[in-house]
């Protein structure tokens, strides 16, 4: 079984901060690329950003490019997504999910194989 704990969520004025983490644990695994995702109210789960198993590549959706950046520590088997700028057009329940014994990104929901509980962030003044 594997089990991802997110946190870091909470409410902030627009153009502020947060950072999120991610630790996965559970059972062992060779590889495996981490995402995260987010759903606001009424609609569908987004892609937001993904990093590979060497955590040299990272992908990011349009809407966070240049405010969004997503970093891995192999080590503490934990993965951040620090949030600059924020928008109101952020707040959403923010999710991550890991591809196990994979090595490359992916913006496609379908391609994780578990996720985490959800934190929410809400952008509001």
């Known amino acids: 079984q594997v089990q991802l704990v997110e946190s870091g969520g909470g409410s902030v004025l627009p153009g502020g901060s947060l950072r999120l983490s991610c630790t996965i644990s559970g059972r062992a695994f060779s590889t495996y690329v981490m995402g995260w995702f987010r759903q606001a109210p009424g609609k569908g789960r987004e892609f937001v950003a993904s990093?590979?198993?060497?955590?040299?590549?990272?992908d990011y959706a349009d809407s966070v490019k240049g405010r969004f950046a997503m970093s891995r520590d192999s080590a503490k088997n934990t993965v951040y997504l620090q949030m600059n700028s924020l928008k109101a057009d952020d707040t959403a329940v923010y999710y991550c999910?890991?591809?196990?014994?994979?090595?490359?990104?992916?913006?496609?929901?379908?391609?994780?194989?578990?996720w985490g509980q959800g934190t929410q962030v809400t952008v509001s003044s």
């Open positions: 990093i590979n198993w060497s955590g040299g590549v990272t």
């Open positions: 999910a890991v591809r196990i014994d994979k090595i490359h990104t992916s913006s496609s929901y379908l391609d994780y194989d578990y």
